[in-house]
């Protein structure tokens, strides 16, 4: 998040091809079309409680990531996005149990009490020394946050943002797209992301750019009155990718990994994606 942001052999093999044959999901179904019951691929996985796929996310899980902190409902973009990776391993929807983890002591060296975590975890260098990840499940793109009331809240093109005073934190990805949109003139430059948010709420800046998960919690955990306009086009690229984190060398890892790769492949992640962050938050790609 950017605001603080092996079963080697045979066995692999097996587990490899039933997840990435096992897909069931289309991009038009919902996370709740899942098995019945448990399938013999998810029996075989070594999970942290026999025919359980334990899943952590945070405490609380705000919106869109998981919809009314309630992440057995399958509601919300990585609600939806576990039950779908539960799906391809297997796991039916009764066999899924959710826990809840702070952020820092998830990406802390050490044994796991669950199988994945997933709460909007940035793929590092420096955190893969302690822990593992899947392949992307998300790339974030860049928003443009504003508050109610200000000259930025009733854009609705990067037109209509000429000549405001943008903010963003120094030498950060949000930089280099603000600065490519509204050129260096236009672009206030802070320390960090805490001060760029003071100086919104302050009205010293009509409108900021950042990543668009930190976007969404500074708009419902942080901000009054606070309004995402929209996305910044082709903002995705060099963006933060996120993962499900697992323990340092854990024997899901790789199973996890090609169940999230077939659900990339497929098209359902996208559609996940279109349903809980695009369509339901309504954040227009601004041109």
Not at 7 to 15: I, K, N, Q, Y
Request: charged residues 20%; contains cysteine.
């Amino acid at each position: 998040m950017s605001l603080s942001l092996k079963l080697r052999g045979a066995a692999l093999t097996a587990v490899a091809l039933v997840a990435m044959a096992g897909c069931s999901s289309t991009p038009e179904e919902t996370p709740s079309a899942t098995p019945t019951t448990s399938t013999p691929a998810a029996v075989e996985l070594e999970t942290f409680t026999e025919g359980k796929l334990t899943i952590a996310t945070g405490e609380p899980a705000f919106s869109p990531w998981v919809l009314n902190d309630a992440p057995e409902s399958g509601e919300g973009f990585e609600a939806a996005v576990a039950y779908a990776v539960a799906e391809q391993l297997g796991f039916a929807a009764e066999d899924v149990v959710w826990v809840r983890t702070p952020f820092e002591a998830a990406i802390a060296p050490g044994p796991k009490d669950w199988d994945f975590n997933l709460q909007q975890f940035s793929i590092t260098e420096d955190r893969k020394a302690a822990v593992d990840f899947s392949s992307p499940y998300y790339t974030t793109s860049q928003a443009v946050l504003t508050t109610e009331g200000s000259a930025a809240a009733d854009a609705a093109s990067l037109a209509d943002l000429t000549g405001l005073t943008i903010g963003t934190s120094v030498g950060s990805t949000s930089y280099a797209a603000a600065v490519a949109q509204f050129g260096e003139d236009s672009v206030q430059v802070f320390n960090n992301n805490d001060e760029v948010v003071a100086a919104l709420q302050a009205g010293q800046i009509d409108a900021l750019v950042i990543d668009l998960p930190s976007a969404f919690y500074l708009r419902d955990a942080v901000l009054d009155g606070g309004k995402i306009v929209g996305q910044l086009a082709d903002s995705t690229e060099g963006g933060d990718q996120y993962g499900l984190l697992l323990a340092k060398d854990s024997p899901l890892t790789a199973p996890v990994t090609a169940a999230v790769d077939a659900l990339r492949e497929d098209g359902t992640l996208a559609a996940i994606e279109e349903q809980w962050l695009t369509n339901a938050e309504n954040v227009p790609v601004l041109q």
